[in-house]
């Protein structure tokens, strides 16, 4: 698969293609995070580059990018900010999830996730606690993810449709350290849908186990969860917490569905 085929396969989605560009390039200019000329963002997206100056200018325009007209490179600008204001003040879970993501860093030394799940698609960061160990998991707020890898991934799986082999084709393109095979992942599918939380030991990142327990706004089991919370160490240090850490995870995540229902 290709580094432009996302892009490409949103545009032939989208009814709106001019704005699954500009989004595109909005995430683009985020995760880089120092400012790109018009060449490097047409390129990094497969973007024709008047079409990508096009995009770029109308964002300018709107003020959620910057242009420095001394060195021709583009930058997200201070509007974005209103937009993420926006979301942050609506969205209960971050304020709810906060807490446990920091209990359980501070007992366990784990790196904390609170992640919102979108259907099949994608995760993306919106909580975290970081451990004061010196792992630490190289992501912040607002990374974006697979939805099927991982643990997290698993979870989505477990909850979100009783049909794996239609998932097969989404699995078989995921990226992993060390990949499961087919069956395995699908045994681990079965265990989290019976034991509420998920296990990923070493497959997603070589050396790294993530665990992860979802979590639904309108109730437990109501639906495709809409969130999860998720804890990452270093294998070989956590196999002797990993049930009190499951523990931990599902007692929170339960807690904080039944806060989002209510």
Same mark, same amino acid.
């Given at each position: 698969m290709s580094q432009t085929d996302p892009? *490409?396969?949103?545009?032939?989605?989208?009814?709106?293609?001019?704005? =699954?560009?500009? $989004?595109? +390039? /909005?995430? %683009?200019?985020?995760?880089?995070?120092?400012?790109?000329?018009?060449?490097?963002?047409?390129?990094?997206?497969?973007?024709?580059?008047?079409?990508?100056?096009?995009?770029?200018?109308?964002?300018?325009?709107? *003020?959620?990018?910057?242009?420095?007209?001394?060195?021709?490179?583009? =930058?997200?600008? $201070?509007? +974005? /900010?209103? %937009?993420a204001r926006g979301w942050l003040k609506r969205d209960q879970f971050n304020d709810l999830a906060q807490g446990p993501l920091d209990r359980i860093s501070r007992e366990f030394g784990l790196t904390t996730l609170g992640v919102q799940?979108?259907?099949?698609?994608?995760?993306?960061?919106?909580?975290?606690?970081?451990?004061s160990e010196a792992f630490q998991l190289s992501t912040q707020v607002g990374s974006r993810f697979p939805a099927l890898v991982s643990a997290t991934g698993?979870?989505?799986?477990?909850?979100?449709?009783?049909?794996?082999?239609?998932?097969?084709?989404?699995?078989?393109?995921?990226?992993?350290?060390?990949?499961?095979?087919?069956?395995?992942?699908?045994?681990?599918?079965?265990?989290?849908?019976?034991?509420?939380?998920?296990?990923?030991?070493?497959?997603?990142?070589?050396?790294?186990?993530?665990?992860?327990?979802p979590v639904w706004k309108g109730g437990r089991g109501n639906g495709v969860p809409t969130h999860a919370l998720v804890a990452i160490g270093i294998g070989a240090t956590l196999r002797g917490e990993m049930e009190r850490v499951k523990q931990a995870l599902v007692g929170a995540a339960r807690s904080l569905s039944d806060h989002l229902a209510g």
């Open positions: 892009l *490409e396969d949103a545009v032939r989605a989208s009814k709106a293609p001019a704005i =699954a560009r500009a $989004a595109a +390039v /909005l995430r %683009l200019l985020g995760k880089r995070g120092s400012p790109m000329g018009v060449q490097a963002v047409a390129r990094e997206l497969g973007l024709v580059p008047s079409t990508c100056l096009y995009v770029l200018r109308a964002l300018v325009a709107e *003020e959620f990018v910057a242009f420095d007209p001394d060195t021709k490179r583009y =930058a997200l600008d $201070a509007g +974005v /900010l209103t %937009l799940v979108f259907g099949l698609d994608h995760i993306i960061v919106t909580a975290m606690a970081e451990a698993r979870c989505i799986a477990a909850f979100g449709t009783r049909d794996l082999e239609g998932l097969r084709p989404r699995f078989e393109a995921l990226r992993w350290d060390l990949a499961p095979s087919w069956e395995e992942w699908c045994a681990q599918v079965a265990e989290a849908r019976q034991t509420g939380v998920a296990v990923d030991e070493g497959h997603y990142i070589a050396g790294v186990t993530v665990i992860a327990a």
